[in-house]
Nanobody, 123 residues
């Protein structure tokens, strides 16, 4: 079973950038699809971006053009580059993975989750 650990969160001003990392351990991550979700206080966890094992990616409309999901199979790591951050991007960001290779906006399609990393964007 794969275990996921996120890092890279922090406090940034509006318009700034952060890069989140999702490091996998336990077994090879290469054939898993991966996604990022986020959850703001008092809100449901929502889809942000996903990437197939083959490299194809998919984004929520709210982040399209600002966020980029990528992968480094040699490092067993997935990334979320976040540019032009806005206060509404403030949330705990979670990395998720699907051992079946699914790419979906639905949380239930992912069977492995990290513990989350906090991103705070100040206005």
């Amino acid at each position: 079973q794969v275990q996921l650990v996120e890092s890279g969160g922090g406090l940034v001003q509006t318009g700034g950038s952060l890069r989140l990392s999702c490091a996998a351990s336990g077994r090879t991550f290469e054939n898993y699809s991966a996604a990022w979700f986020r959850q703001a206080p008092g809100k449901e966890r929502e889809f942000v971006a996903a990437i197939r094992w083959s490299g194809g990616s998919y984004y929520a409309d709210s982040v399209k053009g600002r966020f980029t999901i990528s992968r480094d199979n040699a490092k067993n790591t997935r990334y979320l580059q976040m540019n032009n951050l806005k206060p509404e991007d403030t949330a705990v960001y979670y990395c998720a993975a699907s051992s079946q290779g699914y790419i979906s906006e639905r949380r239930t399609q992912y069977d492995v989750w990290g513990q989350g990393t906090q991103v705070t964007v100040s206005s």
